[in-house]
């Protein structure tokens, strides 16, 4: 339907041309996170000041999907709080899982990776990079 080449649309756009690729040099977060099924491979990088991601960059190998919502990904956490983007992350995973979820326009495309749920091998792709944030704020203890 509409919505659904709406949404391809949105993540192709993403693929072709993505937001935020490469490294902050100083950066205050680095993690890295694979996916184990494929090894594909992505560094997730971000300028965190007082609770605020100030900047949020991405970089490495994928597929459409997981390059994408990695575009989506940091363009929607930039300027948030990482309360705010820890809570977008669990909005999104449940998005995945094809429950309820509550992410709104503010947030960015991210839902136009809502149809991924219907392909259940393409989820990890698609949670690669917010799983790095969950790793790196875990880690950091932030
Ligand atoms: Fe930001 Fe829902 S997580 S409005
Ligand atoms: Fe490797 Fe999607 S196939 S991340």
Known sequence: N???QLYRSVIMDHY???RNKGVID???MTVDMNNPTCGDAIRLTLD???EIVEDAKFDGEGCSISLASA???TEAIKGKSIGHALEMSEEFSKMMLGEDYDISEEDGDIEALSGVSQFPARIKCATLTWKALEKGVKESGQ
């Open 2 to 4: 509409n919505l659904n």
């Open 16 to 18: 072709k041309t993505p």
């Open 26 to 28: 100083d950066g205050t």
């Open 48 to 50: 965190v000041q007082g």
């Open 71 to 73: 575009s989506m990904m």
